[in-house]
């Protein structure tokens, strides 16, 4: 069984910083691409940030240049370093992950429970 757990949302004010955290556990042989992704009410879900095995990047344009995505593959951790943060950032943020259970299992796609980020205005 693999899980996804996320951990560091909350409440902040606008212009305030959160960190997010994703810990990926369990029969895990190989993690490759991770991300994240939010949904507010009301809206589809939409990439953030997601983040390749080797460090390649990729933002969704709402959060370019105010978010940032690491990795610790040590770990199997993702994480989001989220600054400047407006009202509309406002979501349930869900971590996202690629991986492989086995050497000769095919890839898989898991979620994370998602984490509440309210910023205030």
């Known amino acids: 069984q693999v899980q996804l757990v996320e951990s560091g949302g909350g409440l902040v004010q606008a212009g305030g910083s959160l960190r997010l955290s994703c810990a990926a556990s369990g029969s895990i042989f190989s993690l490759d691409g991770m991300g994240w992704y939010r949904q507010a009410p009301g809206k589809q879900r939409e990439l953030v940030a997601i983040?390749?095995?080797?460090?390649?990047?990729n933002y969704g344009d709402s959060v370019k240049g105010r978010f940032t995505i690491s990795r610790d593959n040590a770990k199997n951790t993702v994480y989001l370093q989220m600054n400047s943060l407006k009202p509309e950032d406002t979501a349930v943020y869900y971590c996202?992950?690629?991986?492989?259970?086995?050497?000769?299992?095919?890839?898989?796609?898991?979620w994370g429970q998602g984490t509440q980020v309210t910023v205030s205005s």
């Open positions: 983040i390749t095995s080797g460090g390649s990047t």
């Open positions: 996202n992950a690629d991986l492989k259970r086995n050497w000769y299992s095919s890839i898989e796609n898991y």
